[in-house]
Structures are given as C-alpha cells and as structure tokens.
C-alpha cells in the first residue's frame, strides 16, 4: 500500500510559519496536484513528503508507517524536478541506471574496472540493462538512450529524468513543476502524456504546480493551496463548479470568473447593479461585503434587454479564440471588467463600443460572503 496521509503538517521558517496544520490523505494510485500561487507552500509541502525538509510539527505516513525520522532515500519515493537534474556527461542510459546501479550494485561491483570481474556483476548488470530498456520503451526514447542530455530537446530531456525516476519503481512519483522548463506548445502535450503513464503505470503521482490549467486537466484531485491551508480538495470538476471559497473560484479557471458587488435585503434577496436574482441567500450572516461570482461561460449576451433580468455592458474587447470569442465590458461605467463567453456567430455583429445586454444563466451563480466562504442560496426557488 502506498496511500500517503499528512497529519497536522506545520513549518516554519524562522519567523515565518509556511504551512499551518495541513491534513491531507493521498490515495493509493491517486494523481493529486497541490496547486496555489507562488509562494503558498507547495514545494515545501512536497519536500516534507519527500523527507527533504523536517515538519515542525506534524506527521507524514506513507503505508501505514510513520516517516517522521526516516531519511528521503529511505522512503523510496521518486522526486522530479523542474530543472531535470541529469547528469550532463553520461548517456540517457547511465543516467537512468545510475539509481539501480546505486542501489542494486554493491561497493566492490560499482568499481570503474575492477568491479567487472565481481561475482554477479554481469547478471546485475543484464538486468539492470533490461528496466532501463523496458522503461525507456514505455517512454518511447529507446532511441535516444545514447544520447547526453546535452543533445536532446527540453520534452526529451524531461523524458529521461522521468525515465531515471520511473525504473526505480517506486511507491510514488513526486513531482515539482516538472513541465515549466518547456515552451507552452509543449507543455499541453506532455500533460497528456503524463496523464496517460499515469493510468499506465497505476502509481501515486503527486504533482505540484501553479498552473491552474494543469491541476485541472491532468488529476483525479487537486488541493488548492493558498497561505499554508488547503482551501479546497476535491475532483477538478467540482473545484472548478462548486469553489467553496472566493479565492478558490477566482484562482481556478481561465479568464477568471468575474465577480459583481451585492447587497442583499432582509428576506434573503440578492442584487447586484440593480438586478435581482431569483433565489435567495438561505442564511444572513456574512452579508456585509457580499459577492456573486458568475463564470464567463454562465453570461448570456444579447442585443435587447430584459426587464429586471440584465444588466447593459459596454463592449470593450473582443478576444478571438478561433472557437469561441470572449467578450469583455463594463456595467454602468465601472472599471471592473466583465468577461462574457460566446460563440462566433452570436458576436459577429458585436463591435467595441457597443452596448448590449447581459444576462445570467438560471442556477449558476455562486455568493460569497465578507470572510470571502460561499453562502448558499435556498434550494427551490
Ligand atoms: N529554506 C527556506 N528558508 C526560508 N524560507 C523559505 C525556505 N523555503 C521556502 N521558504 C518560504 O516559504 C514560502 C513557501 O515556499 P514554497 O517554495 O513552498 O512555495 P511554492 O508554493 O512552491 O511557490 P512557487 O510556486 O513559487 O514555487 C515562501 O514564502 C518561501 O519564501
Ligand atoms: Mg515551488
């Protein structure tokens, strides 16, 4: 069993405390990302996992056995870098063999000559040839194994260093922004890549970035970290549809969900820019700084307005995307931007400087309230 459980997780350095009393439990086999802005504490979370850096305070369990005082190499987890830490003046093969030979290759069988004429060196050896074959295979840079990283292009060197970390086979893969190193083309490919050995391979993955995009299109869960907590942990589809936290809705998702001011009366009826919504807040505490947010995909835009239900936008940018365009405006002359997502064929006639209508989708809008935690609005109306 390789389910890894954070109990109580603190750090601090010197003055400043980084994580604060982190739990979180990581499922056998589970690609979870931690993902925040710079700064939250995800590689020093990831470091703790790996035995890297000491907790505070807090455990780390990976099976069911406590690694406080174990040391990184003892906890066989795999660690991959941004920067892919390759040895520059051996092969692609030596690079992946070198763990094996470290740790399957005794001192007298690793010596640069001698070593060869040890007993069960050559068997050691034919073996150790053999997973670095079949895991190169997996990876497809069979080819490449003669290479030195000097001669390989960024998606191929990250590659080998996944190669180098994959024929250990260890418990888990930890993985620290592994893919920013490479230009965004691709990036988005090696995502797909990385999902795929993922289910091929069946291990634990746990995988830190900042990039949004990534958490949400290559893990089973993502926790979103921000100031040492995790805000939110869950599937990437009910992050991104149902954030519990303000912050967790704005940092998840691209263009950003756009947020609009409310007040909200005594009967539990919200508005915002003079529109009301249909349903009402189901209870009145934390009402004061009142926000709704509404995704870009959950604005509908049109030429003619309707009576209580949409507010008048100014068109200020029309973004192509090939497939659909995104729309951003102002309401009534304020500085916050709107972002409105729409299909080609509804914006055609839609120029900058235009006014048109919108409206928001029936359900999709999300309050929250002054200590920034999502209000619910009462069911069935
Ligand atoms: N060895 C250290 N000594 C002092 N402060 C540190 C040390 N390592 C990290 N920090 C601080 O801890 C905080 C969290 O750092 P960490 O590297 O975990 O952030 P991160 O979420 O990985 O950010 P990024 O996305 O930029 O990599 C930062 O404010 C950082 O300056
Ligand atoms: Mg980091």
């Known amino acids: 069993m390789s389910k890894i459980q954070l109990q109580q997780i ?3 350095f010197g003055e400043t405390q980084v994580l604060k009393a982190v739990n979180l439990d990581i499922d056998d086999g589970e690609f979870l990302t931690l993902v925040g802005p710079s700064g939250c504490g ?4 990831l470091r703790i996992i790996a035995g890297l850096e000491m907790q505070t305070s807090g455990n780390v369990l990976i099976g069911d056995s406590l690694m406080n005082t174990v040391r990184a190499s003892n906890r066989d987890l795999a660690m991959v870098f941004q920067s ?25 069988q690793r010596l640069p000559l001698l070593g060869r004429l040890a007993s069960g060196h050559s068997s050691a050896m034919a073996l150790i040839n053999s997973l670095v074959d079949d895991t190169a295979a997996t990876l497809k840079i069979n080819h490449l194994l003669d290479r030195k990283p000097g001669q390989l292009s960024g998606g191929q060197r990250q590659r080998a260093a996944l190669g180098r970390a994959m024929v250990r086979q260890p418990v888990a893969f930890l993985m620290d922004e592994p893919l920013s190193n490479l230009d965004a083309a691709l990036r988005v490919h090696m995502r797909a890549e990385l999902a795929e050995l ?16 990534e958490a949400l299109t290559m893990s089973d869960r993502m926790a979103v970290m921000m100031d040492g907590h995790i805000l939110q942990l869950g599937p990437p589809a009910e992050v991104y549809g149902n954030p519990l936290d303000r912050r967790v809705a704005e940092f998840v998702g691209s263009p950003k969900i756009n947020l609009f001011s409310a007040e909200v009366d005594s009967a539990g009826r919200v508005m915002s820019a003079g ?8 209870v009145l505490k934390n009402t004061a700084g009142l926000s709704v947010g509404l995704r870009p995909e959950h604005l509908q835009i049109s030429t003619c307005a309707v009576e209580g239900e949409s507010w008048p936008l100014r068109i200020v940018y029309k973004e192509n995307l090939g497939s659909d365009f995104f729309l951003h405006g102002t309401i009534n002359g304020s500085s916050d931007r709107v972002v409105v997502r729409a299909a080609p064929s509804m914006v055609s006639e839609i120029s900058i400087g235009d006014d048109v209508f919108v409206q928001a989708e029936e359900g999709a809008a999300m309050a929250f309230g002054q200590d920034l935690r999502r209000l619910a609005f009462a069911e069935g109306q």
């Open 10 to 12: 603190s750090k601090q």
């Open 42 to 45: 995800k590689s020093t979370l």
């Open 84 to 108: 892919y830490a390759l040895y520059p003046h051996l092969t692609v093969r030596q690079n992946m063999a070198t763990p094996l030979l470290l740790r399957d290759l005794t001192l007298w």
């Open 198 to 213: 993922h289910q091929k391979l069946k291990t634990t993955f746990v995988y830190v970035t900042h990039d949004q995009a």
């Open 275 to 282: 529109v009301p919504f249909r349903r009402r807040l189901s």
